[in-house]
């Protein structure tokens, strides 16, 4: 991808090394940290358990990484409100993980998490989109007449940098009911650590995931009602979600057919979980947080290939060994997954 | 010609479209395909990441790398980007 803007300003980075090395130490950690799982090695101690974060601004045009606006340790922010929105999420999603789980940032191993704002993939195209690309955030300022920046919601951040720590835990592949579930387990995350920041008890919370990006519609997606976020709506149209087995949508692995559905039937684990958290009252993220962080991080229950069979026989069986045989909380995830139609 | 432009993916899944009638010669078709054409196909899916097409009214379809459109197919694009809507599936 070619830097337009360095160009248009003369900035000539293929002569110099600074964004080069960034990256390649990024690549480096990314490569090495699957490895260290598969060898079962554990994180090192010269791996420091730190926060560190960079923000990069793209200035609304297409570029890899951006101009370095702020780094961890600069106590000036930036006067963005992007760059202000990106630090703080990032922030929040770093110490939900450690506080909660001793989770060093996305890989367990300390990486560095980097956010470019502003980013486009063509100039006359605003981005409404945010994404983790494997190494990196990238965030667009959204379609000005129907959305706002997707920097705006604490959950989307916290959904995409999730999607980094299902990386590099089940692998779950993106396609299919796997690819469901790696959506899922980003919206449970998500819609937790903006619970767990705002300290709002199940159910007391909306359970809507992007509430404060699109204009006139209530979210993207809603865990207590899928499929029922928005309807007939003059951009967006209606919320495609499904809540139960029996109306799971049967889409091809196409990147038309949503690759079979992940956004679609993420609807379903989603709502097993709303039913569990809910059941079980208090605040979701330590009992029904804990249990399927417990599944998604085990890798001899979840893998690249499981499927909401394995998730809920995963997530019943982390139920019973932290909680007990017969407990609520082993009840709760069990009716979750009844009332869904998966088991 | 008629060619439609597919948007895919992005976090809220949907997949937009957008059409145009624009006059390309042969030769000119050519060369805004070899700019834009992703030829590879992707070692590994990233998640909300967006995905572009473009189609021809044969029903021919490749998958775009928009960042790569030649400035003189810009405007071309940019009409395709200002009529992008959501496609019931």
Known sequence: MKNKLDDALGIDREGTDADKRIRTKRKMLSAISPVRKRLKVTAVATVPSKLHREVYDAHEAPMELGELIWKEGQKKLPVSRDARNVIEGAGHVWKFYKKLFNRNSIDNMGLAIIQTIKYRENPDEPFFNAFWDGEQMFYGTGQKKFTKSFTSDLDIIAHELTHGVVDYEARLKYEFQPGALNESFADVFGILIKQWVNKTPAKKSDWLIGKNILIGVNALRSMKEPGKAYKNDPVFDDDEQVAHMKYYKKLPNTENGDYGGVHINSGIPNQAFYIAATELAGYAWEKAGVIWYAALTDDKLLNKNSDFVDCARATMKKAVSLFGKGSIESKAVELGWKETGVI | ?89
Do not use: C, H
């Not at chain 2, 992005?10 to 805004?32: H, R």
């Not at chain 2, 021919?60 to 009409?79: G, H, L, N, T």
């Open chain 2, 1 to 89: 010609m008629q060619v439609k432009l597919i948007k895919t993916g992005g976090v809220l899944g949907k997949t937009m479209s957008s059409s145009q009638e624009w006059e390309f010669s042969e030769k000119e078709w050519g060369e805004l395909i070899e700019a834009v054409e992703k030829k590879e196909k992707a070692s590994k899916r990233i998640p909300d990441a967006t995905n572009y097409a473009l189609q021809k009214e044969n029903g021919d379809e490749i998958r775009v790398d928009i960042s790569s459109v030649p400035p003189k197919y810009q405007s071309f694009f940019k009409k395709l980007f200002e009529g992008l809507k959501v496609e019931k599936r």
